[in-house]
T-cell receptor
Framework: KAGVTQTPRYLIKTRGQQVTLSCSPI?????VSWYQQTPGQGLQFLFE???????NKGNFPGRFSGRQFSNSRSEMNVSTLELGDSALYLC????????????FGPGTRLTVL | GQQLNQSPQSMFIQEGEDVSMNCTSS?????WLWYKQDPGEGPVLLIA?????ELTSNGRLTAQFGITRKDSFLNISASIPSDVGIYFC?????????FGAGTRLTVKP
């Protein structure tokens, strides 16, 4: 069974630009969560989607948004990029919306210059 | 979300030694999870714990869900060089998932 895939793996953007990251969950998994990981803040929860609906949202500004499609694939978008948005963005999928046994993708390394 | 209290922050051990790390929280959790993360990769699930008091093993790894539901520990026995990495605990409540800051493990051959 294929794992969680994320594209692209690496991305370099400049301040003010916007970016869209993609996540394909494990087949059959309907819940997708997004996290931001930085050396200083560790893993921080961004949002969770289940059945195309956002169930929970972390404490991030409105520049961070996401969506989920009917095939459970998810995208997250960051608009008006800031230097502090440089991070590893991780997507995790689980069977249901209860977070149990989340499986992570390899992440997208975003660098904002 | 708010991080859990994970300790130690880092460990330097000799190959063959046993390792122990733990996580504590002021909140009660329904599930405790332990992950390992290699550089440049996403965390990989090692062990999942679902019941207070539960003790679960996965090869040389053993983890326990604390009786109070506010803590968990992970033990690694007879460490080997490939155990190097960052280990994270995660606690799942009713509507949130929180992570520890990680324990960076270095194993000297």
């Amino acid at each position: 069974k294929a794992g969680v895939t994320q594209t692209p793996r690496y991305l370099i953007k400049t301040r003010g630009q916007q970016v869209t990251l993609s996540c394909s969950p494990i087949s059959g998994h309907r819940s997708v969560s997004w996290y931001q990981q930085t050396p200083g803040q560790g893993l921080q929860f961004l949002f969770e989607y289940f059945s195309e609906t956002q169930r929970n949202k972390g404490n991030f500004p409105g520049r961070f948004s996401g969506r989920q499609f009917s095939n459970s694939r998810s995208e997250m978008n960051v608009s008006t990029l800031e230097l502090g948005d440089s991070a590893l963005y991780l997507c995790a999928s689980s069977l249901t919306a209860s977070y149990n046994e989340q499986f992570f993708g390899p992440g997208t390394r975003l660098t904002v210059l | 979300g708010q991080q859990l209290n994970q300790s130690p922050q880092s460990m330097f051990i000799q190959e063959g030694e046993d390792v122990s790390m733990n996580c504590t929280s002021s909140s009660i959790f329904n599930t405790w999870l332990w992950y390992k993360q290699d550089p440049g990769e996403g965390p990989v699930l090692l062990i999942a714990l679902y019941k207070a008091g539960e003790l679960t093993s996965n090869g040389r790894l053993t983890a326990q869900f604390g009786i109070t539901r506010k803590d968990s520990f992970l033990n690694i026995s007879a460490s080997i060089p490939s155990d190097v990495g960052i280990y994270f605990c995660a606690g799942q409540g009713n509507n949130d998932m929180r992570f520890g800051a990680g324990t960076r493990l270095t194993v000297k051959p």
